[in-house]
């Protein structure tokens, strides 16, 4: 069945696969495009932006995902998760007189909201994190877990002293590297597993002291996919020093790995896959970086197992999961909710809520059932009123929607949905989006006139005491006390850019997460994969690039 977006006019298809989940979970068909369903959600997350502010409780100042300048109040976490507030007393009575997203969006800002999103109990010295948990010495990670002493990275899990790195699984010792597990003393690595003490690695397994190599395993001492010497490696490495070197050998290396073939999509032990980055899966369509997922479709970061889940983002354990955002860890039958974790069941429109159950619209409420718009009600009465309120939505067009963008609680450029989906401000304002005009914060370090020194030898702790202007937005950045020891570690030219703009760089080397038609270059068997055809790589399908590998 073709339909037309309601949002961009842009036809897409729901297939009767599709139709059997909706009638499952009883809601309607979506009115939104893919592409538009997922801007929608994105546009509630706010992982990277840290600010200092007010606690709104305490007074205290806090690190917080929240502008000083939001409207909404900002408790500290851990009063947030304390007795000392309840938000049943923010309670409203439904009004069939008005729409269910003015309503839930007044209630929204009445419920106060926690400074992050992180298990804060499990961390230690870890302040400056969100969306993450069980982190030690760690600083501007986002997306991660049980990793210590690392700095600057997303999605990395179970990392020792990693940093600038996107996507990293018991690693240490490792620097700017996408996609890589159980690799030490790594620099530039990308999709590579079990690797050390190596440089400038592509699709790499079991290689040791190897620099500049592409789809080799179990190799030693290799340049160029070419045996050398012990001392050719060492001047090679020696280079990294050198900021001038290092853009060298960063071109050098992009253009020597388009002379080998890439696997049409990144992944292993699946069956019946469509996407990018996944492991054990089995009826997976359309779906990126995921692992353990079963019947599902349209699924993003998915981090622990799935079953039978369809359009959400950063979800995990859970089953019969349907346009939510952030959720997990014991879910079942959760639709358009948004931060709701822990042994959670029929939650509808929901945020921010922990080990509930029968919840309507509600916000920040904890070991409840039976509760809509953070009012309770008994079984009889949730289960008599919770009809009336779909049919009002229906009547309105909102029953089967996820929460519209323009009450989100943070603003279009804060979200991921810029990250994926970037919007001039004047586009995003066209559309009724929110935007952040930031203004850059005052420091009372100097800030220098000339460029970071283009060698690491010639500085020393010294430089942490001094601002620079980033090459790319022009915003200040410093050097911190435990970055600058970690590049002592790695002996790699210190940054000429941003936190944000390193970031944005290696998310662009990866492939969008939108899957097009093309043929192998091999075979010209027809494939589905996030390699675009403009895309310069090399792509092979699975059979054709195993036999080049092996």
Sequence with gaps: MQKICKNCSQSFEITDLDLKFYEKISVPAPTHCLRCRKIRRLARINQLNLYERKCDATGEKIISNYHPSSVHKVYKQDYWYSDKWDALKYGMDFNFNMSFFEQFNELSLKVPKPALFTAYEFDENSEYTNHSGKNKNCYMIFDSDESRDCLYSYSINKCNDVMESYRARKSELCYNCCDIQNCFNCYFVENSETCNDSAFLLNCTGLKH????????????????KPMPKEKYEEAMA???????????????QEFT??????????????NVSGDYLF?????????ECEDLWDCK?????????K??????????GELIYESIVTGYGAYNMKFSSHCIGNLNNINYSYQCKYCSDLFGCIALKRKKYCIFNKQYTKEEYEVLVPKIIKSMIKTAEWG????????????????????????REKALAKGYKWLDKEEIKDTLDIISNQIPNNFDETDLKICNELFRCTNCNKKYKIIEPEYKLYQKFKVALPEMCFMCRHIGRF????????????????????QTAYSTDRPEIVYCEECYLKEVY
Excluded at 258 to 271: R, S, T
Excluded at 308 to 317: F, K, T, W
């Design 210 to 225: 190897c620099f500049m190599c592409v789809n080799l395993r179990q190799k030693e001492y290799h340049i160029l996919n």
């Design 239 to 253: 280079c990294l020093k050198n900021r001038h070197f290092l853009k060298q050998l960063t071109a050098q290396f």
């Design 258 to 271: 388009l002379q080998f073939p890439q696997k049409f999509y990144h992944g292993v032990q699946n069956e």
């Design 280 to 288: 054990n899966c089995k009826n997976a369509t359309n779906c990126f």
């Design 298 to 306: 349209n699924i993003d970061q998915g981090f622990m197992p799935l």
């Design 308 to 317: 039978d889940c369809m359009d959400s983002y950063e979800c995990g354990d």
């Design 401 to 424: 929607e996820f929460f519209p963008i323009s009450i989100s609680d943070v603003t279009y450029n804060e979200s991921l949905a810029q990250l994926h989906f970037p919007l001039t």
């Design 508 to 527: 662009s080397k990866r492939n969008k997460r939108e899957l097009v038609k093309r043929n192998c270059m091999k075979c010209d068997k027809e494939m």
